[in-house]
């Protein structure tokens, strides 16, 4: 065997030597079947089990991403957060960064912190220029959370991946709804208000207690009128001062407060039949 012929043979070697060693290196095999079984506890243990036995292997980092995403799904939102930031204080593959920061966003979505969630997204798209489609679908999520309908519309209109087309394909009718949804006009209600005590509160749909708020200020209207009528003008004071714009007022504000729960009350409806 010339010595051509023996180098190639010694690379062969070393190629099927490292393959090997590869593929005998330890992994947190029962750690991910507790994951995946929803053991998110027990995983966790294992996790970190790993990691304590084996602080050198290049699964390090998957280890610190599935217990972020562990902690995710029992709603412990700051450690998640930690263990994300764990992936990306180790400068992993662009594909485990990407998936880290994908992460991060979601979980700021569950918290209810949307903003944030919105400014890990641009991040993320100016790392992935080439593949923004599951970004921009994220951001419009975070927009449907905050019923920023048009908002969200505009993000969605951007996803061109035939995957994340189809998931908001069966949204889309609730979609078309909610760009379509009857809002009440909360200046309009307490107008309303302001002009003829209950007629605000009457208009958000609660009858009754527009009813009684108009009931009230009209009794306290009386009373005021009858003290002034008999020259008891401290009586009369006293009853609008301490009675009649108290109420008057407080009938303001439940004509506002009517018309954004009914505006709410709406908006939740839609986004119940989007989640679902």
């Known amino acids: 065997m010339?010595?051509?012929?023996?180098?190639?043979v010694i690379l062969l070697l070393l190629i099927l030597n490292s393959k090997v060693s590869?593929?005998?290196e330890p992994q947190p095999e029962f750690a991910d079947y507790l994951f995946k079984n929803h053991n998110f506890y027990q995983a966790i243990t294992e996790y970190k089990r790993f990691i304590f036995h084996h602080p050198e292997s290049r699964f390090?980092?998957?280890?610190?991403?599935?217990?972020?995403?562990?902690?995710?799904?029992?709603?412990?939102?700051?450690?998640?957060?930690?263990f994300f930031e764990?992936?990306?204080?180790?400068?992993?593959?662009?594909?485990?960064?990407?998936?880290?920061?994908?992460?991060?966003?979601?979980?700021?979505?569950?918290?209810?912190?949307?903003?944030?969630?919105?400014?890990?997204?641009?991040?993320?798209?100016?790392?992935?220029?080439?593949?923004?489609?599951?970004?921009?679908?994220?951001k419009g999520i975070a927009y449907l959370h905050e019923y920023k309908w048009k908002a969200a519309q505009a993000e969605f209109s951007r996803v061109t991946d035939t995957k994340w087309?189809?998931?908001?394909?069966?949204?889309?009718?609730?979609?078309?709804?909610?760009?379509?949804?009857?809002?009440?006009?909360?200046?309009?209600?307490?107008?309303?208000s302001t002009i003829?005590?209950?007629?605000?509160?009457?208009?958000?749909?609660?009858?009754?207690?527009?009813?009684?708020?108009?009931?009230?200020?009209?009794?306290?209207?009386?009373?005021?009128?009858?003290?002034?009528k008999a020259d008891d003008y401290t009586g009369a004071v006293l009853i609008v001062s301490i009675g009649g714009l108290r109420f008057y007022h407080g009938g303001r504000q439940n004509a506002l407060q009517a018309a954004q729960e009914a505006n709410e009350k709406m908006n939740l409806r839609i986004l119940n039949k989007i989640k679902e």
């Open 2 to 8: 010339n010595h051509g012929s023996k180098l190639i």
């Open 22 to 24: 590869a593929a005998a």
């Open 60 to 82: 390090i980092n998957n280890a610190y991403y599935q217990i972020g995403l562990c902690y995710k799904c029992g709603k412990k939102y700051d450690l998640a957060h930690d």
């Open 86 to 138: 764990k992936v990306l204080d180790s400068q992993p593959d662009n594909s485990l960064k990407k998936a880290a920061c994908l992460a991060i966003a979601k979980t700021c979505i569950d918290e209810g912190d949307f903003e944030a969630a919105r400014f890990e997204l641009d991040g993320l798209i100016g790392d992935n220029p080439d593949e923004p489609s599951e970004i921009y679908y994220w």
């Open 165 to 192: 087309l189809d998931k908001i394909q069966r949204f889309s009718p609730h979609m078309e709804e909610a760009l379509h949804l009857p809002y009440l006009s909360e200046e309009k209600a307490l107008l309303l």
């Open 196 to 228: 003829i005590p209950g007629s605000g509160q009457i208009y958000a749909g609660k009858v009754m207690d527009g009813i009684s708020s108009f009931i009230f200020n009209a009794s306290m209207l009386y009373l005021t009128a009858k003290r002034i």
